[in-house]
């Protein structure tokens, strides 16, 4: 989409039935977008005096060392989204910092680690003027956290070091390489995978074409010995992914990836966890409510529960994913695999509800961002699976199972109750195997019943 000029509006029309209702995007200058503190800044006056009126705070604040770079800093905190009441704690704390650095004869530069868990201690036992001894406070430990990366965002301190991590053999991270760009796998698998992998290179040697079936038996025998099921079965998964792949570049004749034997268990023998259509509605009914955060969340569930998504396809949800014309959502999930979904009623009602209230003025276009500063992001789907987790206590709803997955098995279950044929469930879900979708049958106990035989007793 172009840019539009200031003052123009674009009209967008929505779901079909949506009441008449369009979505309409409008154009107005930037301070009109954002908190009115930030407005004061664009009209020339410092951000630090949106936050401090007294000259005599002001002039303490803008000296000593770190002086200069907290107009930068109380900017920063602005942009970030931090309340006016947070951002004056962290603004006090890194005028503290300042002056404990300056104390111990130090520079801005030499901040490290090791010299915020100084500080830290330093807190219980502060005899530094115009700050109060007490108890550690979070805001004060935080604020300095958030003044060091500020720091180093701008080259004062060096970067904080990072661990450095053991790399992996060569073999194992062409591996990584080809399966992140042939199959689209995330990091967090990938980690899984190279761990299986490395364990395998060090037990049986680098010579790979010395490998052989018995002996790659006998590593997953030992190490099943040691672990749980679970356990066992991500490291066959690992295990033989990283064969193929060495079979793919010919390092052996024969596919020792079939060497590899199963673990004995019923994965769909249990009955899913899932809710009530009672339980869905107080969930939801637990999300009413008029400010941002309650009508992402709103948004959040009814996606989850209507569409099934998975809490990852949720966090990776982007503006240009919503086809507003033809009220479809596409949706990447495992694998890269892309599928577009019809958008329901009361999805695409809530989404626009949210996305009326959604901060403006943040450089992303995610549909779903934090509700706490920094407004960015969810990281992952383990945001997701908080959003749930709150709205279940909310609700006072006791549920074994407390994450986004929950919704999944609930929209499951509910579409074949409701007679959607297992095929089409399966492609809204993105089943790659009808038995997956199957499972979910099982939760349909007034149909089984039905067609239970009664059990035959014994007449004696």
């Known amino acids: 989409m172009g840019s539009l000029a200031s003052g123009s509006t674009l009209d967008w029309p929505i779901l079909p039935g949506l009441g008449g209702r369009r979505l309409t995007i409008i154009e107005v200058p930037l301070a009109t977008l954002m908190r009115p503190s930030m407005a004061h800044a664009q009209q020339g006056e410092p951000m630090l005096e949106t936050y401090f009126s007294a000259p005599k705070t002001l002039r303490r604040l803008r000296g000593g060392i770190s002086g200069p770079h907290i107009d930068a800093f109380a900017d920063d905190l602005e942009r970030a989204g931090y309340a006016p009441s947070s951002a004056v704690r962290y603004i006090r704390a890194a005028s503290h910092l300042g002056c404990f ?15 915020l868990e100084s500080f830290r201690g330093h807190l219980r036992r502060c005899r530094c003027p115009h700050f109060k001894r007490g108890k550690i406070s979070y805001h004060a430990q935080f604020g300095v956290k958030l003044f060091h990366h500020h720091l180093v965002g701008r080259s004062v301190c060096p970067s904080e070091s990072v661990p450095s991590l053991v790399p992996h053999p060569p073999l194992v991270t062409a591996f990584c390489k080809w399966f992140r760009t042939h199959r ?254 199957a499972y979910y049958a099982k939760a349909d106990v007034a149909l089984l019943q039905q067609i239970a035989q009664p059990w035959p007793e014994a007449k004696g």
């Open 101 to 115: 650095i300056q104390q111990r004869g130090s520079v801005l530069k030499d901040i490290d680690v090791t010299t």
């Open 184 to 437: 689209g796998v995330k990091e967090p698998t990938l980690r899984q995978y190279a761990r299986g992998a490395t364990d395998l290179l060090r037990a049986l040697g680098d010579d790979v074409s010395k490998w052989s079936a018995q002996a790659v038996r006998d590593f997953l025998l030992q190490r099943a010995r040691q672990c749980g099921t679970p356990t066992t079965q991500a490291l066959i998964t690992s295990l033989r992914a990283f064969l193929r792949f060495l079979n793919f570049r010919g390092e052996f004749r024969d596919d020792l990836a079939l060497a590899i034997p199963a673990v004995a268990h019923w994965r769909l023998a249990s009955l899913p966890h899932c809710l009530s259509a009672e339980e869905v509605d107080r969930l939801i009914a637990a999300c009413s409510g008029t400010d941002p955060r309650r009508l992402r969340d709103r948004a959040i569930l009814l996606m989850l529960a209507r569409l099934g998504l998975r809490s990852g396809d949720v966090a990776r949800l982007r503006l240009t994913d919503i086809d507003w014309n033809n009220g479809t959502l596409q949706v990447t999930g495992k694998g890269r695999y892309q599928v577009r979904l019809p958008l329901p009623q009361d999805v695409g009602d809530a989404l626009l509800r949210y996305l009326e209230r959604r901060p403006g003025n943040i450089a992303t276009d995610h549909v779903f961002i934090r509700s706490n500063a920094p407004y960015r992001p969810f990281v992952s789907g383990d945001g997701v699976s908080s959003v749930v987790k709150h709205a279940l206590k909310r609700a006072n709803i006791d549920s074994p199972a407390k994450g986004a997955h929950l919704l999944r098995h609930t929209a499951a279950t509910e579409m074949l109750r409701n007679g959607v044929p297992l095929d089409q469930a399966g492609l809204v879900l993105r089943h790659r195997s009808i038995d997956m979708t």
